[in-house]
């Protein structure tokens, strides 16, 4: 069983950076990971991921140029760094494993095909 802690939410300024951590538990280093967010009152949204080979990854139009996702399988982590952040970024970010080797090269911004979801981490830009 797969279990996902996030990390590193918190209050920031707009304009503020934050890094946010995902640490897994279990064999996760060649699932693919992905970020996701949910605002109050809205649908949870895709952020980012990040395929098993690390060779590919994938940004909503929201965050490209501004967010960062990497891995590092040695410590079983997966992060996100946040740069330039917005109000409108204010929301629980999650953190998710997608287990299927079909998209092992290529990740997914699919939230229906990840298996496994950690509690989410609070940000909260002010501006």
């Known amino acids: 069983q797969v279990q996902l802690v996030e990390s590193g939410g918190g209050l920031v300024q707009a304009g503020g950076s934050l890094r946010l951590s995902c640490l897994a538990s279990?064999?996760?280093?060649?699932?693919?990971m992905g970020w996701f967010r949910q605002a109050p009152g809205k649908e949870r949204e895709f952020v980012a991921s990040?395929?098993?080979?690390?060779?590919?990854?994938l940004y909503s139009d929201s965050v490209k140029g501004r967010f960062t996702i990497s891995r590092d399988n040695a410590k079983n982590t997966v992060y996100l760094q946040m740069n330039s952040l917005k109000p409108e970024d204010t929301a629980i970010y999650y953190c998710a494993a997608d287990r299927d080797r079909l998209r092992y090269l290529s990740g997914t911004s699919n939230p229906n095909q990840y298996d496994y979801w950690g509690q989410g981490t609070q940000v909260t830009v002010s501006s």
């Open positions: 990040i395929s098993g080979s690390g060779g590919n990854t």
């Open positions: 279990g064999r996760t280093f060649s699932y693919s």
